[in-house]
């Protein structure tokens, strides 16, 4: 199948973009939604998670507490490690089982961290960026989240930056803070038909 990795920063409108992909006829496999299945109640990952870092990670529900993790990791980058030995391969491994059994006209891999793992370039035939402005991410995870902006700011600045996305990026869709959601529909439309025509090639 024709493979299409697609990313962006957080708030970037990666999400919104992938699932106009997936409403076109695209298979989509999201990463952080396999991530996230992994640490719910009764997630694979979650025994690893709790043999590795205690009971306390785990919140009443028996989901991973992200909150907590996220400020381990954000004081550790050894615990960032030892997560991501945990969770990495069991992401990469769910992602081939779906990718196996995906249909559709092209495959989408929605991939948050694509540019900061370094492994995706060999999988893809094309990786399209989704571009916008810090001050526009900002505004839309906080109205997404209610985080604060400093909690924002701060994972941000884990993640690559604006420039090194940009650089390895065969398309790219601006989506910042003057693009209508209109126009968004419009760009992804024409990438869309461009990447239909590719896979048919
Ligand atoms: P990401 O997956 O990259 O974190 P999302 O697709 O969830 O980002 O978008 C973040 C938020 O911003 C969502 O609530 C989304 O609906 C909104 N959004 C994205 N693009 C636009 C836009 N062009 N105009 C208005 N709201 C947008």
């Avoid at 999201?30 to 299945?37: G, M, P, S």
């Avoid at 994972?155 to 690559?160: D, G, L, P």
């Avoid at 461009?194 to 048919?200: I, K, L, P, S, V």
Wanted: some cysteine; overall charge negative; aromatic content about 4%.
């Amino acid at each position: 199948m024709y493979k299409i990795g697609l990313t962006g920063g957080i708030g970037s409108g990666k999400s919104r973009v992938a699932d106009l992909f997936a409403d076109w006829g695209a298979a989509v496999i999201d990463t952080d939604v396999i991530a996230h299945e992994l640490t719910s109640p009764g997630g694979a990952a979650i025994e690893s998670i709790r043999h590795e870092f205690g009971p306390d990670i785990i919140s009443p529900t028996g989901a991973l507490d992200r909150q907590a993790m996220r400020e381990l990791v954000f004081e550790s980058p050894q615990a960032r490690q030892r997560l991501e030995s945990i969770i990495h391969p069991m992401i990469s491994s769910v992602t081939q089982k779906r990718a196996d059994a995906a249909q559709g006209c092209y495959l989408v891999f929605v991939v948050p961290l694509l540019v900061e793992s370094g492994r995706w370039r060999d999988r893809v035939d094309r990786i399209c960026v989704v571009d916008c402005d810090p001050e526009t991410q900002i505004r839309r995870v906080q109205a997404r989240s209610g985080l604060t902006p400093e909690a924002i700011a701060r994972i941000m600045s884990a993640q690559a930056s604006r420039e090194a996305r940009l650089a390895v990026a065969d398309d790219v869709i601006v989506n910042d803070g003057r693009t209508s959601l209109d126009e968004l529909v419009r760009h992804a439309r024409e990438l869309h038909e461009a990447w239909c025509m590719r896979a048919r090639q």
